[in-house]
């Protein structure tokens, strides 16, 4: 079994430790202080923080193994998300947390909040697929109760076409999730048009949650 280091994370925001939470996962082969930078453009009323993925990549970071675009190792999976989950339980407490992923960073979110759809108030899955057959659970009705932000563009040639639509269908329907979906024609990053609807969002959500 591997080891990582618990990370130390990039912050943004507050530091009010009674606001809400957001942990930005990057994309693969990027990392924490690449992404910390997106809070700037983010809603107000939270604390942001980012970290590196724990697998060394192309010059940045993973958060899984793969055995394909998309496609996760099981074994690399479940490793990684019990590495990530033994940090956020020290370091968020009782918060509520919201996960912001992108790209393999979705991936992650998605296989985060399948896991323990419970423990998050949000989760944002941003031009991602969900990890199918992956070792996390995608039963219907899973993610009864969770609110969830999903963006795709339609001209993404990165995440598998087939792999998308897989996502886009479970979440916006078996899953059993309260889902805001936003589809337009971008590629392999997030639009304006995704930016303005993930703000608002995690703005309602930030007050929902605070409640």
């Known amino acids: 079994m591997t080891t990582y280091a618990l990370p130390t994370p990039a912050r943004f925001g507050t530091a009010d430790p009674t606001t809400p939470l957001v942990v930005l996962l990057h994309g693969r082969g990027s990392s924490a202080a690449d992404f910390i930078g997106m809070a700037a453009h983010l809603a107000p009323g939270a604390e942001y923080v980012a970290v590196d993925a724990p697998i060394a990549e192309g010059g940045g970071f993973a958060w899984f193994a793969n055995r394909g675009i998309g496609r996760p190792v099981a074994e690399s999976l479940r490793g990684t998300m019990d590495w990530f989950r033994a940090w956020l339980d020290e370091f968020a407490g009782a918060r509520p947390v919201f996960l912001v992923g992108f790209s393999g960073g979705g991936a992650f979110a998605g296989g985060l ?3 323990e759809p419970a423990r998050y108030a949000g989760t944002a899955i941003l031009y991602a697929t969900v990890p199918w ?9 899973r993610l009864a109760g969770s609110q969830v932000f999903v963006a795709h563009g339609t001209n993404d040639r990165v995440i598998p076409a087939d792999l998308l639509a897989r996502t886009w269908a479970y979440l916006t329907g078996d899953a059993g999730a309260t889902v805001t979906a936003h589809r337009d024609a971008a590629g392999h990053g997030l639009s ?20």
């Open 192 to 211: 304006q048009g995704a930016l303005d609807a993930l703000n608002t969002w995690l703005a309602d959500g930030f007050v929902h949650a605070s409640a």
């Open 113 to 115: 909040l399948l896991d």
């Open 133 to 141: 057959e992956a070792g996390v659970t995608t039963d219907a009705g």
